[in-house]
């Protein structure tokens, strides 16, 4: 896959070298997640609202009721800032100047434009469920065309993005390391807890082989 | 503590029941997280960026490089929009349509101001660092004059603020009910990994209780 060519939108300017431009990088940042911050700037003002997204190739989709506030301003085509972080960790340096977070996040930029054509909408709202738990789509109930109808979905063309990530342990003053006191990495992960069943499923549903999978696939 | 009032700044439109306005149930959902993402408006165009935040009372503070452009920005008096969300699971409904996720968030609204006042900044850095692990501040080498320099802290007080919280199992429609698709929800949480030392850590520094404690705290 291809790089985002450096500009002055997307360049890393703090701490360059942490920087990454190719998109299997960011993409890959923006698939380990289901859910990314929406910027908008609304009459100037910026308003960040969080949500889940699926990425269809170079394109985000971005999904909700018709009259969402969010969905609406997207849909006229107006200018966004889509962020994706991962927390991997505490760096724990000698001295608190050099305490960081060892993180993965890509920023992409783009403008939106509404799905309208209702073959296109399906497509997208499998992709959707896809996302969320693999498996999903061809075992729940399918969107009637009313609840089609109900759902607005956007797509955005990412024009330009970036990555920038931290790993590794701390990384201290020279003289610091003589030191008595403790450093290295605290790593965090995000994992799945026990099933919940639903109180008022019908009796005798056992749990499908994908969902018991993909549950004890991050434990 | 009190409620923000609801304005249409901070009003949760879309499922207005799942909104909250009280100071605790909003700063416990900032409190919980140790990444938000502030959005700008620079030049009209909306800018989403993760950083650490602590908590101050009514206000937010931020930190880093005194040449970080997103500091910049916002010690210039800018109006900004801090979120702060947890994803506490996927909820799998019967229907595609009733597919959710149970999370928390927090949309912060404000403007910040530079903290230059030595002492106040030298307070913010302890709040950050025992913000990261409750402890670590006196164990820690402390700032030098010169590193506090090199640190830009804004604070910010919160103007006005919502939190968005769903919680539960999934809210089919009665008729799917007696379908035999397997519902319930799919929790997840972030816990931490085993402490990575150091590879330069000093012969016989052993991990301190305090940092040892934390660790095992969420596993």
Known sequence: MSDFPKTDLNKVKRLPKRGHYDK???????????????????????IVIPTIHARQGDN??????????MLNHVATGAELCIT??????????????????N?????LFGKGRLIEDPDEK????????EKLI???????????????????????????ASAKIRVGPP??????????????????????????????????VDVPDYIHNYANSKQ
């Not at 299997?24 to 910026?46: F, K, N, Q, W």
């Not at 993180?103 to 920023?107: K, L």
């Open 24 to 46: 299997e990088t960011i993409y890959s940042i923006v698939d380990d997640s289901l859910i990314c911050h929406v910027g908008m700037a609304i009459d100037g003002r910026p």
């Open 60 to 69: 985000i989709l971005l999904h909700g009721a018709t009259t969402s506030r």
């Open 84 to 101: 994706v972080t991962h927390l991997d960790g505490l760096v724990l340096a000698r001295s608190v100047f050099h305490h960081s977070m």
């Open 103 to 107: 993180y993965r996040s890509a920023v």
């Open 122 to 129: 399906m497509e997208a709202l499998e992709v959707f469920t």
């Open 134 to 160: 693999p498996g999903r789509w061809a075992d729940a109930r399918q969107p009637t065309p009313n609840e089609s109808k109900a759902t607005k979905i956007v797509t955005i063309p990412i024009d330009t």
């Open 171 to 204: 990384g201290d003053d020279d003289e610091d390391y003589a030191l008595d006191i403790w450093a290295g990495v605290l790593p965090m992960r995000t994992v799945f807890g026990e099933l919940e069943v639903d109180p008022l499923l019908k009796d005798g």
